[in-house]
């Protein structure tokens, strides 16, 4: 039996992430760690103003997030709805799912996939994060992105997901004026 896993603040292993996320993750735990349980990863990911996690949905994984820090607006299931810190949620296989960090301040967040693997895709896509190391981002995805995402965690969507839930990075904050006004 695996011992206790404890993770002090910044202990994880840290990456930047590129557009349109342009934020970061730590992964607190993952299969392939050293001591850490089978069957699931963790981390905390970060986004600033304007970052966003495009509409994605994963074939046989259930994610489950504890909104930490900061609101966003999410399209979750066909829904737009307005997220706060301390909301929970639970995005079981198949079940389509975005963030937009709207806000003035970051969106941090943290998930849980079970079984692991979106760990693997963040890390893959990623730069690592040095403490003192300058912040990299923005930098444009990496033109294997797409196949990356499906040899690790991510299904293809039919159809695909549209503005502004899809891969392009937000540069005005106006085209998220009728988002705002429709969320629940």
Known sequence: MAGMIVVPPGGGEQHWQPQPANGWIEVLTAPRLAGAP???????????PLGKIREHAHPAQTEIFWIVAGE????LDGEVRRITAGTFMVAPPHVRHGFIN?????FRMMWMLIPAGLEEFFVAIGKPKAPGAPDPTPYPRPTETGAIELATVFETLDPPPEAPWD?????????????????R
């Open 38 to 48: 089978d069957g699931f990863s963790a981390g905390l990911q970060e986004l600033p």
């Open 72 to 75: 966003c607006l999410a399209r």
């Open 102 to 106: 709207d806000g003035a301040h970051p």
């Open 167 to 183: 891969t392009t990075p937000i540069t005005d904050p106006a085209v998220l004026e009728p988002l705002r006004r429709i969320a």
